[in-house]
């Protein structure tokens, strides 16, 4: 028998509001909880950086920086049945990778179509998630208290309240927290230090040495605006075998930046060193590092832990065996078809929690993902991507089918994909994003 769930959902990103959508199509009553004044979560722009922490995430729950563009292109980073086509009155960011604010278009779009900001509060954080006591000594349900706050109108007035759900969906992403390297001397460098997370425009840059550490995609992007401004790019890297022949080439081709290998040692008095025996006087230092998971609210008596960006146990990344199906996780999976596989993940909590698709025994879903972690520790990946997916869509279309009857990622798309993924690799790192990649096949489908 179906039947419907009174569930929270915390965060308001597209996880949480692919979440709402999912749960209240299943016939749940749902309430989204969500800390800023707006919804879309990273997409929400805060121009506020750090609050005077900018090692830590003390201001912001955005790591948007103002030159953000999709990496992905906007074909494919949409919802299975809410494409995200150009805004019709031509007012918006037409390009096939648009900015970050045309992202966050779509996605107040996407609230609106189906009725989310209903169920959503806003200003609203969740302090504290903890087990309830049973409400019969035999029932043997798992329920949630759910502690917030809610921000009033005036400084100072917040109102704390909590209430019981029955199921609790955790969606509150994961690029909020830095990670941050050990560095000796790293304490004691007097000198500018921050995290990309802290990062907004390049301004304050202006004529400084900068050393940016890490060379993924915030540390590519921002080592190039930087590049335009600043005296001295430095960018730091693990190994230099890691570098694609397209990422040399676009180095090559600014004369003020330089590669080094990673950092041995920073001296009070400004100086770096690296492993390589290079040294430089820098004004600042950017680490470009990535981010933990990180769940301050969460209380489940150590039933989950976060080891080294494992969340674990989870099942499928998504369920907590122990505590399965009241506690669940949308918006874990990494290098992922964003909001799709989230959307996915989330019609699946809605169909567990509702009754329609059960989920294996705790103790065969611990077995499964454990074995899963044992497989991918065989296949040499580290620990800290448990949860990378690398855009395996054979695992992704697999996950949709087996779970809740997702349909697979159209032939089109997933060609499109490849050819997205290739031009991110091999293509030209600067302009990759403006060249014409329009392919005739996709106008059938309304491009
Ligand atoms: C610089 C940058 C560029 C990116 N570029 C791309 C890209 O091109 N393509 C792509 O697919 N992805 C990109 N991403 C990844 C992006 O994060 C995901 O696309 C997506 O935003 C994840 O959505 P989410 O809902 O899981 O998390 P989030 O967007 O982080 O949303 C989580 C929400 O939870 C809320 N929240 C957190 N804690 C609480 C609490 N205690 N109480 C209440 N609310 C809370 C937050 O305020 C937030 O609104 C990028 C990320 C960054 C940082």
């Not at 504290?128 to 809610?150: C, E, F, I, N």
């Not at 009241?326 to 019609?347: D, H, I, K, M, T």
Request: charged share 25%; with cysteine.
């Amino acid at each position: 028998m179906v039947s419907s769930k009174k569930v929270c959902v915390i965060g308001a990103g597209v996880s949480g509001l692919a979440s709402a959508r999912e749960l209240l199509r299943e016939g749940h009553d749902v309430t989204v909880m969500e800390q800023s004044s707006g919804v879309g979560g990273q997409w929400l722009y805060d121009p506020r950086t750090d609050g005077g922490d900018p090692l830590g995430a003390a201001g912001a729950h955005s790591s948007m920086y103002a030159s953000v563009r999709l990496i992905s292109p906007r074909e494919l980073t949409c919802f299975s049945d809410f494409p995200f086509f150009p805004s019709n009155d031509g007012t918006g960011d037409a390009r096939r990778y648009p900015g970050h604010a045309e992202f966050l278009r779509y996605i107040r779009d996407f609230c609106d179509a189906f009725g989310l900001m209903d169920v959503v509060r806003l200003n609203t954080k969740v302090l504290h998630v903890g087990l309830a006591p049973p409400l019969a000594a035999d029932d043997g349900v798992k329920r949630w208290t759910v502690r917030w706050s809610r921000r009033g109108d005036c400084e100072g007035d917040a109102v704390t309240t909590e209430e019981v759900f029955d199921a609790v969906v955790v969606a509150v992403g994961q690029y909020t927290q830095p990670r941050l390297p050990t560095i000796s001397g790293m304490d004691k460098w007097s000198r500018r230090q921050l995290h990309s997370h802290s990062y907004r425009v390049p301004d304050s840059f202006d004529g400084e040495v900068v050393v940016i550490v890490g060379f993924h995609e915030s540390g590519k992007d921002i080592a190039q605006e930087l590049s335009g401004v600043a005296r001295e790019v430095h960018v730091s890297v693990k190994s230099m075998e890691g570098l694609t022949p397209a990422v040399s080439k676009a180095v090559a081709r600014h004369h003020n930046l330089h590669l080094h290998l990673q950092i041995e040692c920073l001296c009070e008095d400004g100086q770096v060193t690296f492993a390589d025996g290079s040294r430089v006087v820098a004004d600042s230092i950017i680490y470009c590092t990535g981010y933990d998971f990180w769940f301050p609210f969460l209380d489940t008596g150590g039933l989950l832990t976060v080891d080294d960006n494992r969340v674990g146990p989870l099942f499928e990344h998504t369920f907590p065996p122990a505590l399965a199906p009241s506690l669940s996780f949308v918006g874990v999976p990494r290098l992922v078809l964003v909001p799709r596989f989230y959307e996915a993940q989330a019609r699946w909590v809605a169909q567990v929690l509702s009754g329609r698709r059960p989920l294996p025994s705790s103790e065969e879903m611990m077995r499964s993902a454990e074995e899963y972690h044992r497989a991918r520790e065989a296949a040499g990946v580290p620990r800290r991507l448990s949860h990378t997916v690398f855009f395996d869509m054979d695992y992704c279309d697999e996950f949709g089918a087996k779970h809740c009857g997702f349909p697979p990622l159209e032939g089109w798309k997933r060609d499109f994909l490849s050819s997205a993924v290739a031009r991110v690799r091999d293509g030209d790192v600067e302009s990759y994003r403006d060249s014409d990649l329009v392919l005739e096949g996709l106008r059938s489908e309304g491009w």
